[in-house]
């Protein structure tokens, strides 16, 4: 098929999970619409659940925010193979632009675990066939910060700092969203939002959508030291906005896609006089990816209104540009950091898909073990030999996750070992242990606030608990 003769469409998608671990936790929900560029709906809605495997217990918080339990998704779902296969067959459609909500720092750490789980590639689906990814929720940010009338912008309580939830930002423009935390709900209130940016504010959108690219990333943010633009993010977040001006000092010599900058509202005498040890956590340094859909906008969007509606001295600002320019020694100051900087992995393949890149000899085994019948499988990856030491485990636990039914009893007896511990003693830091998990449960159902809908999904969490137990430890 040639991808460039496919009309570019935007898929917009949100996931709903057990938890927030994308290394450890599994999806729930996936729901997603695909419309054209003027975001007319293109084709129907699709709603996914996938599958809980024996080796994993949910976060009964998470599931009391959507109200999804497990008997919901292992009756309506689909193993997760065949889950994210579904997934990644929508996100790989030629010239498919994949958006969400705050996707890339979630959503899509989500989908790139599953597809690592799965012995699928996690990259190829954001750019092959001319597939890409965005994401708007800077694009909603810059909004607030650079074109600030004609959207209405809810405030939060607490502080008067802009609140960015879709629930409330969709409430104060009366976009109705009914259920929230339901995917497809989310999706919907999503593309309605774009809608009001579009229209509102056509050049701001234009600009976010066309700078979802690296190459025009790239164009605006040049190391070393390049032109001051402005950065829309979070971290600069104050009631005045989330932008701020700063500096490009160098790329992240492990890491083409990342550049370290400055944030030219702090002083630069900390990092002038840091040394290696201390200056990668100077106040005002920041990390910015090409790859991550940054907002960024050039020096000469800053006029004089925006300058003080931001509370940006910018003739100080670039007065401190100036003299870092004049500070060379950076920039092997924070390569070296860089270099000496120990990257470190929880000891379990589940959490180390950034550890490395797997060979292509080791894609085309598992291609072998994806066609395999499904009592061939394990049989199979045991003739194998795999030039990753990560592949062999992952690939058993790939095979019993998905298809345990089909194996040998002997076999079935030596995964429900590895279950038992798994949910009695998670790897790394992760809490929700199967003491944890009834206890909590517990502890709500004793809330004497507890809604009637709360105690259906705690009792049912409770049960799945014990059948879970009864199966294991029996």
């Known amino acids: 098929m040639n991808a460039k003769k496919e009309k570019p469409s935007i898929l917009w998608y949100d996931l709903e999970t057990f938890g927030l671990n ?42 009391l925010v959507t109200s999804i339990t497990p008997q919901i998704v292992n009756e309506k779902g689909l193993n997760e193979e065949d889950f994210i296969r579904e997934i990644r067959k929508e996100f790989s459609t030629p010239n498919t632009v994949v958006t969400g909500y705050n996707s890339i720092n979630f959503d899509d750490e989500f989908i790139r675990n599953t597809l690592y789980r799965n012995l699928f590639d996690p990259y190829q689906r ?29 405030q939060k309580k607490e502080n008067g700092n802009p609140s960015f939830k879709l629930t409330e930002i969709t409430k104060a423009n009366n976009i109705e969203q009914i259920g929230a935390h339901d995917a497809l709900v989310d999706v919907k209130a999503t593309i309605e939002v774009a809608k009001l940016i579009k229209t509102k504010e056509p050049k701001l959108y234009k600009w976010s959508f066309d700078h979802r690219k690296k190459h025009l990333m790239k164009n605006l943010l040049k190391a070393p030291f390049g032109e001051p633009v402005l950065h829309t993010h979070p971290k600069y977040t104050t009631k005045n906005g989330c932008t701020s001006l700063v500096i490009p000092i160098t790329y992240d010599t492990r890491n083409p896609n990342n550049v370290i900058c400055f944030n030219l509202k702090e002083d630069i005498t900390p990092l002038i006089e840091s040394d290696e040890e201390t200056i990668l956590h100077t106040n005002g340094i920041v990390n910015i990816a090409y790859n991550k859909c940054a907002f960024i906008s050039p020096l000469s969007v800053l006029t004089q209104s925006i300058e003080k509606k931001l509370n940006i001295d910018k003739k100080e600002a670039l007065s401190r540009a100036n003299t870092l320019k004049n500070n060379p020694n950076l920039i092997l100051k924070i390569r070296n950091a860089l270099s000496n900087q120990e990257i470190k992995f929880i000891d379990d393949s589940d959490f180390k898909i950034y550890s490395n890149f797997f ?47 089909y194996q040998k009893k002997e076999d079935q007896e030596a995964w429900k070992i590895f279950c038992s511990h798994r949910i009695v003693s998670p790897p790394g830091n992760i809490m929700i242990n199967l003491d944890f998990y009834k206890r909590k449960i517990d502890e709500k159902l004793n809330d004497p606030n507890l809604q009637k809908n709360e105690q259906t999904i705690l009792l049912e969490l409770k049960k799945y608990g014990q059948e879970l137990i009864n199966t294991l430890f029996n």
């Open 22 to 63: 994308p290394h450890y936790d599994r999806i729930a929900q996936f729901a997603a619409i695909r419309t054209d560029y003027n975001l007319n709906q293109i084709g129907k809605e699709i709603i996914l659940y996938c599958k809980l495997s024996k080796d994993y217990l949910p976060d009964p918080l998470a599931c």
């Open 126 to 154: 954001e750019y092959k066939n001319g597939c890409s990814r965005w994401d708007i929720i800077n694009l909603v940010r810059a909004a607030y910060d650079l074109r600030f009338e004609k959207i209405k912008w809810p």
């Open 359 to 405: 060979n292509d000899e080791d894609h085309k085994r598992f291609n072998l073990i994806h066609s395999a019948d499904k009592k061939e499988k394990l049989k199979l990856s045991k003739a194998i030999d795999f030039d990753d030491e990560r592949a062999e485990e992952l690939v058993y636990r790939y095979i019993f996750r998905n298809y345990f039914e």
